[in-house]
């Protein structure tokens, strides 16, 4: 070691090797005293009893202060080789280490604001069954609102992580038009406005240079499908007879399936599902959505559906804790590969709009299917 590793010149007491060779009284013990030793191994600096800069509390050099071995396998310093301490310590009373002080147990957290999460799925809530039951129309304006916003947190994100420029205006127009089309028209309508909607893309996107079309093309499609596309089948749902009980009973089953899995998952969730997708969510949580799904199928089947059968029941909530999950570990992957937590920040305690859409977008097509097969389209 040699003395610039210390950043300190030699300290007082300490002459070194001289020309005249060694100093009377002044070699050191022992062998006789060569001053070519004394100039590969030098003596180290005695370090003062008083620290320079407060000791254990001053920190504002930035140097980084241990408060236990570097190394699992290091030895900790003992009481010699310890610094100044506040108070003294008797030879009975080891001087506390932090290494050796058990750590705290880690506390199982939501990771959100539980309560700003509740007060704005409540609100919501009241929302969206005072527009489906009282106007209809009124609710499906409520879903082309929550797709344009859809598509614009979407199409931002990919913009802002991708540099991907789909083309928001008429994926916006579109979208909101392709919701209509399916409350009135059925399903030829949405498919028909689907249609139109992804050339429109094409078009749109053609008054800009021709670097990147394809890529940017191809998420606009993507984002008229995964967004629009999957949401008119709520209106189609609604377009029945009886259609604010199936939408009811599909927002209901959907809602049951997430608080399953969170309330299952958080309890008693040790066996991860999707670890590289979705490290929170587990087998068991999956188990708990399983469950409560079906439990609330049974009931909404027997009980607001006509002429629904409990057992029903037990199909669709099996299917929509399926696709519920698919839905939600879908959308982690597309934000896993953004780079980013949440899609938006509109709604505190949730994220984004997409954020309350990922589990409901694909269980809709899946709740309507299933009801048109055991009921009929109403």
Not at 79 to 87: C, E, F, L, V, Y
Not at 178 to 193: I, K, N, P
Not at 264 to 287: C, D, M, N, Q, Y
Request: neutral net charge.
């Amino acid at each position: 070691m040699n003395d610039s590793s210390w950043g300190a010149p030699p300290q007082a007491g300490y002459w070194g090797p001289s020309a005249q060779g060694p100093v009377q009284g002044a070699a050191p013990a022992g062998p006789t005293y060569d001053a070519h030793d004394a100039q590969q191994t030098r003596p180290m600096p005695i370090v003062p009893e008083v620290p320079a800069h407060g000791g254990d509390q001053d920190d504002d050099r930035g140097a980084a202060r241990l408060s236990g071995p570097l190394f699992r396998d290091d030895t900790p310093p003992t009481a010699s080789h310890a610094g100044p301490s506040h108070r003294p310590q008797s030879p009975q009373e080891p001087m506390p280490s932090a290494a050796h002080q058990p750590a705290p147990a880690p506390k199982k957290t939501a990771g959100r604001d539980l309560g700003a999460a509740i007060g704005v799925g409540v609100g919501l809530g009241a929302v969206i069954i005072a527009s489906l039951f009282f106007v209809k129309a009124v609710f499906i304006g409520v879903i082309a609102v929550a797709v344009v916003v859809g598509l614009w947190e979407l199409t931002s994100r990919l913009s802002e992580r991708k540099g991907i420029r789909a083309p928001l205006v008429p994926l916006a127009i579109g979208g909101a038009a392709m919701v209509v089309a399916g409350y009135v028209r059925g399903t030829e309508g949405a498919w028909v406005a689907m249609a139109l909607t992804a050339l429109a893309v094409l078009v749109w996107r053609m008054t800009e240079p021709p670097e990147g079309y394809l890529k940017d093309v191809t998420a606009g499609v993507f984002a008229a499908f995964y967004v629009p596309f999957l949401a008119t089948f709520v209106a189609l749902m609604l377009a029945a007879d009886d259609g604010p009980r199936r939408v009811l009973t599909f927002l209901l089953l959907t809602v049951v399936s997430d608080t399953g899995a969170y309330a299952v998952g958080w309890r008693f969730g040790t066996h991860k599902l999707a670890p590289r997708i979705s490290p929170g969510k587990t087998r068991e949580g999956l188990l708990g959505a399983i469950g409560f799904a079906m439990a609330a199928g049974a009931l909404c089947m027997q009980f607001l559906i006509d002429d629904g059968s409990w057992w029903q029941g037990l199909v669709l909530g099996f299917a929509v804790a399926a696709s519920a999950t698919l839905g939600d570990l879908g959308e982690s992957m597309i934000k896993r590969d953004l780079g980013i937590k949440d899609m938006g920040t509109l709604l505190p305690g949730h994220g984004g709009i997409m954020d309350r859409l990922d589990s409901l977008l694909p269980t809709a097509p899946v709740v309507w299917l299933l009801l048109v097969l055991f009921v009929g389209s109403g």
